[in-house]
């Protein structure tokens, strides 16, 4: 297969996608199955422009139809909008036209056919109508209420948790440090107090034959992974290097000597702004749809009927309780007949 034919199929089976869903008339159950009963709304709607496609002997696909579906098309990419410059503009449209006859020939055959009649199509219908609908709603709910934030909400967001932001942190940062693990607590102190500062510590472990126990932790912070996380956080918390201390974790004992700091490092702030700022907006126009129900539910008089839920929750475990019973009665039984 070469790649216009891939590219056509490719395109084509997009488009038959995109065009399929905008048939749903957002009507109740009775509307819709009159409206695909009958042919299209399209086709009963005169067709304007240069003719560029005729279909049982009607224009099927003018210039001005290709042109809308196209806008319809790149809405829903914009992606695609952004490559069209990279692209020959009458190659792109004949892949669309090839996409947009693909969809009416399945059109004209299902209509001709009567399978939009089945009970079938109609049940799906109804099903994906539905949904979009809902879908539909749901955005404009939404959409209805404007959240906004602040710049500095924004800046006091980022202050706060730049160390758990994805993308923001350029480098944890840590502590470059070794350390020896001992058993016994009163070895682990004199070793230390003959190791007083980080060059002393290879010295010792070098006189006293541990130069093979010394493991190198290289750069720890609070994310660093591969060793007990008593030790690792205590290592991260060490404020002044470089240094040699006693660290107890978890039944062991390490000297461990610290030789250099490293300060985290962020992406500045004014880079990542925008970014943050839409992500809260985000966040608030959740907090504020689930508020807006809330209000709603009372100004509808929603009610639940818990006592059902309260029911059924009763009598899962008399269930429950009665299958344990079943499971007792027989062996009773089996036991009553042996001894009989």
């Known amino acids: 297969?070469?790649?216009?034919?891939?590219?056509?199929?490719?395109?084509?089976?997009?488009?038959?996608?995109?065009?399929?869903?905008?048939?749903?008339?957002?009507?109740?159950?009775?509307?819709?199955?009159?409206?695909?009963?009958?042919?299209?709304?399209?086709?009963?709607?005169p067709m304007t422009g240069e003719v560029l496609v005729t279909l049982k002997g009607k224009p099927a696909i003018t210039t001005d139809s290709l042109a809308a579906e196209k806008e319809k098309f790149l809405k829903a990419n914009p992606q695609i909008k952004a490559a069209l410059g990279f692209m020959d503009p009458k190659a792109f449209d004949r892949n669309l036209?090839?996409?947009?006859?693909?969809?009416?020939?399945?059109?004209?055959?299902?209509?001709?056919?009567?399978?939009?009649?089945?009970?079938?199509?109609?049940?799906?219908?109804?099903?994906?109508?539905?949904?979009?609908?809902?879908?539909?709603?749901?955005?404009?709910?939404?959409?209805k209420t404007t959240a906004t934030v602040s710049d500095s909400e924004v800046k006091s967001f980022y202050d706060l948790n730049k160390d758990k932001l994805r993308g923001?942190?350029?480098?944890?940062?840590?502590?470059?440090?070794?350390?020896?693990?001992?058993?016994?607590?009163?070895?682990?102190?004199?070793?230390?107090?003959?190791?007083?500062?980080?060059?002393?510590?290879?010295?010792?472990?070098?006189?006293?034959?541990?130069?093979?126990?010394?493991?190198?932790?290289?750069?720890?912070?609070?994310?660093?992974?591969?060793?007990?996380?008593?030790?690792?956080?205590?290592?991260?918390?060490?404020?002044?290097?470089?240094?040699?201390?006693?660290?107890?974790?978890?039944?062991?004992?390490?000297?461990?000597?610290?030789?250099?700091?490293?300060?985290?490092?962020?992406?500045?702030y004014n880079e990542i702004r925008d970014a943050l700022k839409q992500e809260l907006e985000k966040n608030k126009r959740v907090e504020l749809f689930e508020k807006e129900i809330d209000k709603l539910r009372k100004e509808y008089g929603v009610t639940v009927n818990e006592e059902y839920f309260k029911v059924e929750e009763a009598s899962s475990e008399a269930l429950d309780n009665r299958g344990g019973m079943a499971a007792i009665e027989p062996a009773q039984k089996s036991e009553e007949k042996r001894v009989a």
């Open 1 to 45: 297969m070469n790649k216009i034919t891939h590219k056509k199929m490719l395109m084509s089976g997009v488009i038959a996608s995109l065009s399929l869903l905008p048939g749903c008339s957002m009507l109740d159950n009775t509307s819709t199955q009159e409206a695909t009963t009958s042919r299209s709304s399209a086709d009963s709607q």
């Open 97 to 143: 036209l090839e996409g947009l006859i693909g969809q009416r020939i399945a059109d004209e055959f299902v209509i001709d056919n009567g399978i939009n009649k089945t009970a079938q199509y109609q049940a799906e219908l109804r099903d994906l109508c539905e949904s979009m609908e809902r879908m539909l709603n749901a955005k404009f709910f939404s959409e």
């Open 168 to 268: 923001v942190i350029v480098s944890a940062g840590g502590v470059e440090a070794a350390g020896i693990e001992f058993d016994d607590a009163a070895q682990a102190r004199a070793f230390m107090a003959r190791a007083k500062n980080a060059q002393d510590f290879r010295k010792t472990a070098q006189t006293d034959n541990m130069t093979a126990k010394i493991k190198d932790f290289k750069l720890i912070n609070n994310q660093s992974v591969g060793l007990d996380e008593v030790l690792r956080d205590k290592i991260a918390a060490i404020k002044t290097v470089p240094t040699v201390e006693l660290i107890e974790a978890n039944g062991k004992y390490w000297v461990v000597a610290a030789t250099a700091k490293e300060e985290p490092k962020y992406r500045p």
